[in-house]
Nanobody
Framework: QVQLVESGGGLVQAGGSLRLSCAAS????????MGWYRQAPGKEREVVAI???????NYADSVKARFTISRDNAKNTVFLQMNSLRPEDTAVYYC???????????????WGQGTLVTVSS
């Protein structure tokens, strides 16, 4: 089973930067789309950015031009570079991966446990 482990969260002042990493480990036939999501207190989880296995990306309007998602397929790792951070970016950030468990298996979405990002004003 694939497991995801996020790292890189922390406390940063407004205008600063953080780089989040999410490494996938374990056995899988393939890893397809990967993405970053976030959940602020009292709010539902929302998509931040996604990236396909071929490198196509999509961003939420609130982070476009500030955040950049990338991946290293050889290392099964996805990154989120966050620049010009704002207090409203404060949330628990989760990564996800869509995988096939075996050759004839269906697609399954796997989630990490999250890393907290706090942006102070």
């Amino acid at each position: 089973q694939v497991q995801l482990v996020e790292s890189g969260g922390g406390l940063v002042q407004a205008g600063g930067s953080l780089r989040l990493s999410c490494a996938a480990s374990g056995s899988s036939f393939s890893i397809n789309t990967m993405g970053w999501y976030r959940q602020a207190p009292g709010k539902e989880r929302e998509v931040v950015a996604i990236i396909t296995s071929g490198g196509a990306t999509n961003y939420a309007d609130s982070v476009k031009a500030r955040f950049t998602i990338s991946r290293d397929n050889a290392k099964n790792t996805v990154f989120l570079q966050m620049n010009s951070l704002r207090p409203e970016d404060t949330a628990v950030y989760y990564c996800s991966a869509v995988t096939r468990r075996h050759l004839l298996g269906n697609l399954v979405e796997v989630w990490g446990q999250g890393t907290l990002v706090t942006v102070s004003s």
